[in-house]
């Protein structure tokens, strides 16, 4: 029987056009985080089936790959259900497996932790143009800091890192708080219990549009009135600064002490030290969906294309999930595969990709010619040149076009005889 | 019920300290092997079970975590065995992955193809110290190229990136080729089919010594006629080039045509371009585990450390495995994590790690002067500088002592008054 070649339903082989361009980005969000004092960790792609459908995955937790048991502890006859043969999966995010990792080691980490994390995470969904089934995430977060210095730092960080992988590009950062999101529910007359699904159907409000969302509210049996409320009062704000401080007043008495000039604190530091060309708006209707959010929650989005390219936000109650003690938490999620999407589709070449020399050699030459080029040719490697030495093929032609199209762009052809 | 903080059995978190060590390792390794032409591939962590099944992974196949597979296609009620119920699992190496690669792009690929691959591996092995359930493992392969070149370019690219890892040490790559080994057997006298089950024993000369193998084959029921045959003859022949010459006369006839003269080519022109402190040894007890090797079989030892820090052979029949035609394929792989180890335990800093700056600005500074501390962090940080800005806590010593750890040296102190 001859085995399979494609790889299994919805992942991928990634040729080396693509790696150098993720690499290229790789690098680019690596040393940026770096220099704002982000340390690299990594958790273990196998995380414990506990943890993983413990509730704060959301929906992900519906598309986990399931580990099986092994030897003695898989009991196929006494298994009932699925869970019964399974103690582990592959993790869907870095965020469950980042609040073990600091419940773990906190005593050995500084306070607060700003942590790097990159790795791939593993998602069921179905298989579709530009999704996959493994796929690279890429995020910082800052663990013990209760104060919003650290959504600043975050914005900061990931803007800057944005712009340098795609400058000349403008970026627009959406931001919200939960806490402002649940006082205007509650505000409008929303019943308190049911906050978390309202949000559902006003996360819709890209796709659906207002008309949508109010639909969607009325038909899941809210009175016309809460709906109009809370509808009315998202748009009553302007999205800048002063927005922010006016939701504030509006709410006064429902919304958490200090939350509204908390954000626009934020939004006032971020506009006043960034260097990147990118823009602060206030959207009272941003939501994004993962449930375990618990206060500032934003989303980055890039001129000229849909979508959005980053998105984070405060969880302050995960890590106590872990240790009984809750640690403020807030973190921030680069969309890495949107973004290497978006570079190979526009033409993006890597900056110093070329220059890359392959030495071709004509077949039967003596070893010892083979050995002085193989020397020359060591020589211009520990000078930091790129040098493919490789027996040339009959056909000379396709062999260049196929180096070609891994970046090689000057040749050096060696014969038996020396051309005059 | 709270969540577990720990790892599942046998994988780990990886603390900043070290993460530092992992990087400046993969990226010295990474550099070098560009520089003679390999490029990045990657593939997906999950394999199809009938791959990982297809006997081509040797002991490796037993320690598999497999998947379960998922909705329709889980039948738990009319599942009889463990596979019923597993469709994929997770690589165990990346050389089968590879080679299914190769076979699903090879249209897309220049030939030869040279394979740079850096990823996670998962085996369900007993946990112990140094060895666990998720490792890197960090690949060459030259994919193609039937001549010894493809031997050649793998030895000093491997033998070049451990000398920049590990600058002064000098290394010993002792080298073998299976059809030596399978010739010696044949010579002695040894059945032909057993010849598998021969250097099985023989490859635990490191462990049981000469006496140890020997006792070993006459238990398996070999004469003693043909076991010290086999042993003497692995004695006679010296471990240089010459060696490998009087062994091709001693074989004449028995040992396919060419064979040695392939092998001592390899080291002499090996030992004439190099530049490395690195002794080429020919070693006909050299077996490796794996069972897919055809040809040349080589590992790389480092002066005052036990065991192989690199390992590697010719495997001409795997891919073929995938299409139905064998294409020649010669890898070498970087023992990622022994080296890790040895250079924590060695007490290795990073070059250049140092000089990592903390500004601590003090609790309650108006956020006037947070802002142009901010700023200038970002200047500092644009001249390619690492600067953390981080609130200053109560216990200020503890808090500078845990940054230390994570290699922070300059630290900078604001004050709400300034300090006279």
Redesign the interface.
Known sequence: ????????TG??????AE??I??YILNQIKD?Y????F??????????I??LL?KQGGDNEKLI????K?GEK?N?EA?E??ND????G?RYDLTLPLS??F???AA?????F?ALQVG?V?R?DRPQKGRY??FVQCDIDILG?A?N?AE??LI?ATT?ALSRICPGRSFTVRINDRRILRAMAVYSGFPEEDVEKVFITVDKMDKIGVDGVKAELLDNGYGEGAVDKCLDLMEKASDDVSGVRTMGELLNGVLEEGAAENLA?IM??VN????VDCRLVFDPTLVRGMGYYTGTIFEVSMEGFDGSVAGGGRYDRMIG????IDTPACGFSIGFERIVLILLDTGFTVPGGNG?E?WLFEKGMD?ER??SI??EA?EA??Q????????M?KNKKF?KE??G??GYQEFREFYKEELK
Chains 1, 2 share one sequence.
């Not at 770096?34 to 004092?37: C, D, K, T, V, Y």
């Not at 340390?39 to 414990?48: G, Y």
């Not at 050995?108 to 607060?112: E, F, K, V």
């Open positions: 029987m001859s085995l399979k070649k494609k790889p299994v992942m991928r082989d990634i040729l080396p790696m150098q993720r690499d940026t770096r220099s704002f004092g340390s690299s960790i990594e958790t273990p792609c196998v995380e414990h506990e943890n413990s790959f399931k580990i099986m092994r898989l196929l298994a259900t699925e043969l399974s103690d582990s592959l073990r990792y419940a773990n080691n050995n980490l500084p306070s607060p700003k791939n593993w069921a089934r493994q800091d104060t210095q600043i730092e900061l800057t604190q006032e530091t006043r030290v960034s260097d999930k872990f240790t009984g890359k392959a070893n083979i050995c193989m020397k060591m490697r520990t930091g040149r790129t040098v493919l030495v490789a027996q093929n062999q196929q180096l199209k891994e």
